[in-house]
């Protein structure tokens, strides 16, 4: 007897694994989508480190000269100049890491030697309540109601740091990291007429006894660029403020 071969229904295909073609295809375009996956995510990592180093960058920036700015522009105030004066309230004075205060002088300055930071020494008289703060952000802590001869002198450190010392002492603070370099010129009036000022750096002013006749201060800090590894990036960026003193614009 013969045997009919028993035929599959009509529409219905025979089951078969996945072939060797399709599973190269499909691996492909699954590698081709991780590696794009990957990309996106390394750019957004990217982009949000260089967002926070520029933040980082900015805020170092904003506090070095706010810090400098108020107390440097403090330079020569005195309470009460109905009763005191400024050659009274800020006597002469001579110290190895700022230099020379003549009678009535508020700031002062040295310049760095071989490409060295300069150094800035700002100095004035406070009352108790008057809440002139010095660089470390402390008033007149005297409750007697004495006044209180501040002095602040910023430096630059080997370990890229903004100290400051205070009163003249040895002991320095950090303030902000990341500043590479401090330069400060001063606007004075070489005539004596109120009128030509010309920015000279503190060598040149104490060679010519000049601390009188500044009225102005140009700082300029530098600031380690976090991007300088990039193509076509400094190494350094600079923020430059000017900063009238006291009774002197």
């Given at each position: 007897?013969?045997?009919?071969?028993?035929?599959?229904?009509?529409?219905?295909?025979?089951?078969?694994?996945?072939?060797?073609?399709?599973?190269?295809?499909?691996?492909?375009?699954?590698?081709?989508?991780?590696?794009?996956?990957?990309?996106?995510?390394?750019?957004?990592?990217?982009?949000?480190?260089?967002?926070?180093?520029?933040?980082?960058?900015?805020?170092?920036?904003?506090?070095?000269?706010?810090?400098?700015?108020?107390t440097v522009q403090a330079s020569g105030y005195f309470p009460d100049p109905l009763v005191n004066t400024a050659a009274t309230d800020l006597p002469a004075a001579t110290g190895a890491?700022?230099?020379?205060?003549?009678?009535?002088?508020?700031?002062?300055?040295?310049?760095?030697?071989?490409?060295?930071?300069?150094?800035?020494?700002?100095?004035?008289?406070?009352?108790?309540?008057?809440?002139?703060?010095?660089?470390?952000?402390?008033?007149?802590?005297?409750?007697?109601?004495?006044?209180?001869?501040?002095?602040?002198?910023?430096?630059?450190?080997?370990?890229?740091?903004?100290?400051?010392?205070?009163?003249?002492?040895?002991?320095?603070?950090?303030?902000?990291?990341?500043?590479?370099?401090?330069?400060?010129?001063?606007?004075?009036?070489?005539?004596?007429?109120?009128?030509?000022?010309?920015?000279?750096?503190?060598?040149?002013?104490?060679?010519?006894?000049?601390?009188?006749?500044?009225?102005?201060?140009?700082?300029?800090?530098?600031?380690?660029?976090?991007?300088?590894?990039?193509?076509?990036?400094?190494?350094?960026?600079?923020?430059?403020?000017?900063?009238?003193?006291?009774?002197?614009?």
């Amino acid at each position: 007897m013969n045997r009919t071969a028993r035929s599959l229904p009509r529409g219905q295909c025979r089951q078969r694994g996945l072939g060797l073609v399709e599973l190269m295809v499909a691996l492909i375009i699954g590698l081709f989508l991780l590696l794009v996956m990957g990309s996106v995510f390394l750019n957004m990592k990217q982009a949000f480190t260089s967002q926070d180093q520029l933040a980082q960058l900015q805020d170092s920036e904003r506090l070095a000269l706010t810090v400098l700015t108020t107390t440097v522009q403090a330079s020569g105030y005195f309470p009460d100049p109905l009763v005191n004066t400024a050659a009274t309230d800020l006597p002469a004075a001579t110290g190895a890491g700022y230099g020379s205060f003549l009678a009535g002088q508020g700031v002062v300055g040295l310049s760095g030697t071989a490409g060295a930071s300069d150094t800035i020494t700002s100095r004035y008289m406070t009352a108790s309540g008057d809440g002139i703060m010095d660089c470390l952000g402390n008033v007149n802590p005297i409750t007697s109601g004495a006044n209180k001869l501040v002095m602040n002198t910023f430096t630059v450190s080997a370990a890229h740091e903004l100290l400051c010392s205070t009163d003249g002492g040895t002991t320095t603070t950090p303030l902000v990291s990341g500043v590479t370099s401090l330069k400060v010129l001063y606007a004075t009036d070489t005539a004596g007429d109120g009128k030509a000022l010309q920015y000279l750096d503190a060598a040149t002013v104490t060679s010519h006894a000049w601390w009188p006749q500044v009225h102005t201060a140009q700082i300029t800090i530098t600031m380690a660029n976090p991007f300088a590894s990039q193509a076509g990036q400094p190494a350094g960026i600079d923020w430059t403020q000017i900063v009238n003193l006291m009774n002197k614009s």
